[in-house]
């Protein structure tokens, strides 16, 4: 049995970090909550994630600054952008910063777990593939 993937949920609406903190650990993965980016900041210098799930729209720090900052703390870290404020603009921005996935937060909670679980696998995957690439550099 493989360990849960550590997710840090990142939105300054509780119940947006209730109820999708609650549906992704009934998914079997666990769930760090974070309402503002200077917390998440800190919580990504202490921990590993797998995968940050953050709102566009947080006070101080916007998501897209957290998205930078967490891309350079910890470069294999999977993104999803969930917002309700989306833009051409921001989605572009986001594309920039290397995430995975953006989606709404009028998004169907089984299609939010379906992306999440993509986005762990596609994560999973880059993570493989530069294993190998690194183990063939050493033994080439």
Known sequence: MSLPAQILLVDDEANIRLTLGALLQRAGHAVTPAEEGATALALLAQQRFDLLLVDLKLPGMGGMELVAAARARQPDL???????????DSAIEGLH??????LRKTTDPADVIARVQAGLTARAQELRQRQLLELLGTTV
Do not use: M, N
């Open 78 to 88: 999977a993104i999803i952008v969930l917002t309700g404020h989306g833009s051409l």
């Open 97 to 102: 910063h290397g995430i995975f996935d953006y």
